[in-house]
């Protein structure tokens, strides 16, 4: 069973900035995509921004350009630099982790944390 512990959220004003940290109890270096989602109240879960095994990143695009995705392998951990926070940022953030194996493919989710962004 893997593991996500995430850190890093709270309550900014518009135009601060927070980062996010994702810990993941296995190799990252191994998953297929890791990544933030986020929900709003009332709302579907939405992609921030990914980063596959292959080092490629993308983005939701509310956050491009605003939000940046980063891994520390040897940590195995996963970052979100938010600048330029908006309210309507404003949701519980999740992190997320897919792997492989020979059963298929297996998603793996973290308990959110909310970030909060007052105008």
């Known amino acids: 069973q893997v593991q996500l512990v995430e850190s890093g959220g709270g309550s900014v004003q518009a135009g601060r900035s927070l980062r996010l940290s994702c810990a993941a109890s296995v190799s990252i270096s191994r998953a297929n995509t890791m990544g933030w989602y986020r929900q709003a109240p009332g709302q579907q879960r939405e992609l921030v921004a990914r980063?596959?095994?292959?080092?490629?990143?993308d983005y939701g695009d509310s956050v491009e350009g605003r939000f940046t995705i980063s891994e520390d392998n040897a940590k195995n951990t996963v970052y979100l630099q938010m600048n330029s926070l908006k309210p309507e940022d404003t949701a519980v953030y999740y992190c997320?982790?897919?792997?492989?194996?020979?059963?298929?493919?297996?998603?793996?989710w973290g308990q959110g944390t909310q970030v909060t962004v007052s105008s």
């Open positions: 980063i596959t095994s292959g080092g490629t990143t």
């Open positions: 997320h982790i897919q792997t492989s194996s020979w059963s298929g493919f297996h998603d793996y």
